[in-house]
């Protein structure tokens, strides 16, 4: 039995021998040297499961002959190696086996002399790190023992979750410390760099609000987070005694990366507008990510080898996106493609070290961190160019809209100035007449308002064409013009030209005077002033002399509006016609006109009662002229004891007396029952009904009106009630309440008398307005009149321009009808077609229309 034991102890003390008899070449090691590369001295074993006695007794060490980086990829074993040092005498310095490769999570050094157990002098990375006796380095420093000298053999065994790469070098501490100093330089320009971002374009995004630059935030801070695993950084500096915690950050800032990549890219390229493919296969891979992180905190090992996957994935996904969008014309996106090639060449090169596809060297090794680099400079490069970009379509956007905004302004001040001025003449009308007075009377002058009506000027136009009536009107207006600007007294009613004149209809001019300012009375200065004017007839060369009818009313005595003072001067007018005196001031006797008024005021509220108010019918045509298509409602009065009331007059006392309501009321009741008749005789037409501004400012009108719509079964959408411009300008908050409240029922509204009024243009884009007629005194001439012509091309445009319908009156021949046609007028209205009727007889008459279309 002790023969049994000798033999034993024998074979056991040589095969320790012999294994050390095969290791690795023995290297000198000499103070005055300052950094020794193990990789070509080294052996190693793969196998991780057995004690250092049995790893030492172990005959199939493999032995490195390259200094290459030994690179075992991804595997759960540990590594054992070893090598052979001859330190001539003790080491005056200390020094260090160094491991630069930080994703190492368990190593372990043991140091024997000659080669022999009991082992000398054991370390490991935690108790290096734990008791701070590692140097200062980015990777795994072990320190040796001061007082080795001789042969000595040193014993490593390291692993890690990841790849297992085990570069060994001998490092002297002042030589490392120089070594961590420069690395330090690099790492803190690098992550600088990356901070200098995250503030710049993190303050972009608070101040933009633009979701790409919060997840381009998001993505360097991932992008960071990884750097700070692979390199070592993190293990140095914010979780140092911690390796195991690297191997859940590498994975998670790998998915992280990925995902906050993924998700950058759709805000950055905007795919959801551009490719719905495209954005739904970024949409699954960062579902994928997102798994990914979660898996991480289960099985952190596998993890990192799918996170490696993943990353591959989405960067060639990236670089197809980027591609795709050049293709697309995102400019931009050339950034993008350079900035993801350039991270993919780093990441590529990283990854396939890892994988044991190329050899570890300074190249592979930081390729990652430099591709990472160039890739979020380029990036901010691309999103400073995506600002200057989006800068550049806002000035072109507010160029655009500066644009048309001054052809709007342009087009609201010509049809302004269309409005305010006589085609003809291109003097003042009414409009811009009454805005002057009104300023004279507010300064509280003794205005006198002058109407004078030259009849011949029609009777020429009839007899003799109306291009000679207006030649003829032009030179009378520029001599009665020229005769008014050499008098004291006459007051300018436009500065530029000087323009003394106002037109109010073809045929009559009018004009104020200061009465205060004249040297003698006023009526021999009118007379001086309208006195006889010789005009000449080119086509028989012939002077003309034109008779007149002029009318005067003196303000505030003869009226202390300018409503009244108009109606006294005309009613002036007509009594110079009737009594044929040329000249006619408003006196007691034209006032019975006002004891007239007075009487039909009074007449007025029994007449409603008796049902002497009727409603006409007037036929609106299609554009072509042939299809019935509506009708407005005219209220006419047949009294039995004043004959027909003009219905201007009607509503004139009606709204001076307060009595609109009550007449408003009675006339949609009528209108409602009409449209009932309409429609049980299968007339499915629109009907248009006339609002004052005293309906519009009332705030129970309209509700009673749209109340009896609903009561009779009407169709809202056959219901259109006409406003005029001028009703706008009275009280606009209730206005525009009311008209809102039409539109909101379904009903339809109509600018009606558009273009003679004093409204602004601007109001068509605030009110809810569908339609625009244009007035007759536009219509009628259009034909023989550029001026009249331009100005209804302009609405036509103004009206399509606003998605609005456009309705004519006047139409009064054929000529105007088919120029009206063409130029695109929805709906025609006038005497070509028919005249007001009584609602029987338009029951009658519409059938037979309808069949003459067909």
């Given at each position: ?15 320790l ?6 290791s ?8 005055n ?8 001295r ?14 030492l ?6 032995e ?6 030994l690179n ?10 070893r ?12 020094w260090?086996?160094?491991i ?17 157990l009991p082992?000398?002098y ?5 108790e ?8 200062h ?9 001061r ?17 297992l790469?085990?570069?060994v070098?001998l490092?002297?501490?002042d ?6 100093s420069r690395a ?38 991932s ?7 692979i ?16 191997r859940?950050a590498?994975?998670i800032?790998?998915g ?11 805000s950055?390229l ?13 949409k699954?891979?960062?579902?994928l990510?997102?798994?990914?992180i979660v898996?991480?905190?289960i ?16 960067i ?7 591609i ?5 014309g995102?400019a ?22 890892v994988?044991?596809?190329l ?11 430099v ?14 160019h995506?600002?200057?970009d ?8 507010l160029?655009?809209?500066q644009?048309?905004?001054h ?28 805005q ?5 009377m ?6 006198a ?18 291009r000679l ?15 008014l ?10 500065q ?15 004009f ?10 006023l ?12 005009v ?8 003309v ?5 002029c009318?005067?009313?003196?303000a505030p005595?003869?009226g202390?509006?300018?409503?009244i ?26 006032s ?12 007025l509220?029994p007449a ?8 006409y019918?007037?036929?609106?045509m299609?554009?072509?002229g ?5 009708a ?6 047949q009294?039995p ?7 201007w007059?009607l ?23 009409t ?16 609002l ?8 129970r009108?309209v ?11 009407i169709?809202t959408?056959?219901v ?8 706008m ?6 206005v ?9 029922s ?8 558009f273009?003679?009024g ?5 109001y ?11 007035d007759?005194?536009?219509i009628?001439q ?8 331009g ?15 456009a309705?004519?009156e006047?139409?009064?021949?054929s000529?105007t ?7 695109g007028?929805?709906r ?7 005249k ?9 008459w519409?059938?037979?229309?309808k069949?003459?279309?067909l």
């Amino acid at each position: 039995m002790r023969n049994l034991n000798r033999w034993a102890t024998g074979l056991m003390v040589a095969m320790l021998l012999w294994s050390l008899g095969v290791s690795a070449k023995e290297l000198v090691v000499q103070g005055n040297t300052g950094h020794y590369n193990l990789n070509d001295r080294i052996e190693y074993l793969l196998d991780g499961d057995r004690s250092l006695e049995q790893v030492l007794a172990q005959g199939e060490w493999q032995e490195k002959y390259d200094d290459s980086v030994l690179n075992l990829g991804f595997t759960g074993q540990a590594v054992w190696l070893r090598t052979n040092l001859h330190i001539q005498e003790p080491l005056p310095h200390q020094w260090y086996l160094v491991i630069p490769y930080p994703l190492l999570e368990h190593v372990e050094l043991f140091v024997l002399r000659d080669g022999r157990l009991p082992v000398v002098y054991r370390t490991s990375r935690q108790e290096a790190e734990r008791w701070r006796e590692q140097a200062h380095s980015y990777q795994v420093a072990l320190s040796l023992p001061r007082d080795l000298s001789g042969p000595v053999t040193l014993v490593l065994r390291a692993q890690s979750a990841t790849s297992l790469q085990v570069p060994v070098e001998l490092w002297r501490e002042d030589h490392l410390l120089h070594r961590f100093s420069r690395a330090s330089l690099y790492w803190g320009t690098y992550f600088g760099v990356l901070c200098a971002l995250v503030i710049y374009n993190l303050f972009l995004f608070l101040s933009i609000r633009d979701s790409a630059y919060g997840y381009y935030v998001l993505y360097i801070i991932s992008v960071g987070l990884l750097t700070l695993c692979i390199s070592g950084v993190g293990s140095a500096w914010l979780w140092a005694g911690e390796p195991l915690l690297t191997r859940y950050a590498l994975p998670i800032s790998t998915g992280l990366v990925s995902l906050f990549a993924l998700m950058f890219a759709r805000s950055f390229l905007k795919w959801q507008e551009i490719s719905s493919r495209w954005d739904l296969s970024m949409k699954v891979a960062a579902g994928l990510a997102g798994v990914l992180i979660v898996y991480t905190w289960i099985d952190p090992v596998h993890g990192a080898f799918l996170a490696g996957l993943l990353g591959t994935i989405v960067i060639i996904l990236l670089i197809a996106v980027g591609i795709a969008g050049l293709k697309a014309g995102v400019a931009i996106a050339r950034y993008f493609v350079l900035a993801w090639t350039t991270f993919a060449i780093g990441a590529a090169l990283y990854l396939m070290s890892v994988f044991n596809l190329l050899p570890v060297n300074i190249i592979t090794n930081h390729a990652m961190q430099v591709g990472s680099a160039a890739e979020v400079l380029l990036l901010s490069f691309a999103l400073a160019h995506r600002i200057k970009d989006e800068r550049a379509r806002k000035l072109a956007a507010l160029r655009r809209q500066q644009m048309a905004e001054h052809q709007v302004r342009d087009l609201e001040m010509r049809s302004l100035e269309l409005a305010m001025h006589d085609s003809t003449t291109k003097m003042p009308n009414a409009s811009l007449l009454n805005q002057r007075l009104q300023a004279q009377m507010n300064l509280e002058k003794r205005v006198a308002l002058t109407l004078v009506h030259y009849p011949q000027v029609k009777e020429i136009a009839s007899s003799m064409g109306h291009r000679l009536a207006e030649e003829m009107f032009c030179q009378l207006v520029k001599k009665l013009n020229q005769t008014l600007n050499g008098l004291s007294g006459a007051i300018c009613l436009e500065q530029t030209p000087p323009a003394f004149i106002a037109i109010p209809e073809f045929g009559s001019v009018a004009f104020l005077i200061d009465v205060n300012e004249l040297e003698g009375a006023l009526e021999p200065f009118v007379e001086q002033v309208v006195g006889h004017h010789e005009v000449s007839v080119r086509s028989v060369r012939l002077p003309v002399f034109m008779n007149l009818h002029c009318g005067v009313a003196v303000a505030p005595e003869h009226g202390d509006s300018t409503e009244i003072l108009y109606q006294h001067a005309s009613a002036a007018r007509d009594r110079s016609e009737s009594s044929k005196d040329p000249v006619q001031f408003y006196n007691d006797e034209i006032s019975d006109f006002a004891r007239r008024r007075l009487d039909l005021l009074t007449a007025l509220p029994p007449a409603i009662e008796a049902g002497e108010m009727e409603l006409y019918l007037q036929p609106q045509m299609g554009s072509d002229g042939r299809e019935l298509v509506g009708a407005e409602m005219l209220l006419r009065w047949q009294s039995p004891r004043f004959g027909p009331v003009p219905t201007w007059e009607l509503i004139e006392i009606a709204e001076s007396a307060g009595l609109m309501d009550l007449l408003s009321r009675h006339v949609v009741a009528l209108a409602w029952k009409t449209m009932q008749n309409l429609r049980a005789r299968e007339l499915d037409i629109t009907c248009s009904i006339n609002l004052s501004v005293q309906n519009l400012t009332n705030s129970r009108f309209v509700p009673y009106a749209l109340a009896g719509i609903r009561e009779h079964g009407i169709p809202t959408n056959r219901v259109i009630f006409e406003v005029t411009e001028t009703s706008m300008m009275h009280n606009m908050d209730a206005v525009i309440g009311s008209l809102l409240l039409i539109a909101d029922s379904g009903c339809r509204i109509a600018l009606d008398d558009f273009g003679t009024g004093y409204s602004s243009l601007a109001y068509l884009s605030r009110l809810p307005i569908h339609e625009l007629k244009i007035d007759r005194c536009f219509i009628s001439q259009m034909c023989t009149s550029r001026n009249d012509l331009g100005i209804v091309q302009n609405t036509l445009k103004l009206a399509r321009t606003l998605n609005l319908e456009a309705v004519a009156e006047g139409v009064e021949d054929s000529a105007t009808m088919e120029l009206l046609s063409q130029l695109g007028c929805h709906r025609l209205q006038g005497y070509l077609f028919a005249k007001p009727m009584p609602v029987e007889e338009f029951l009658e008459w519409a059938p037979a229309q309808k069949n003459r279309a067909l």
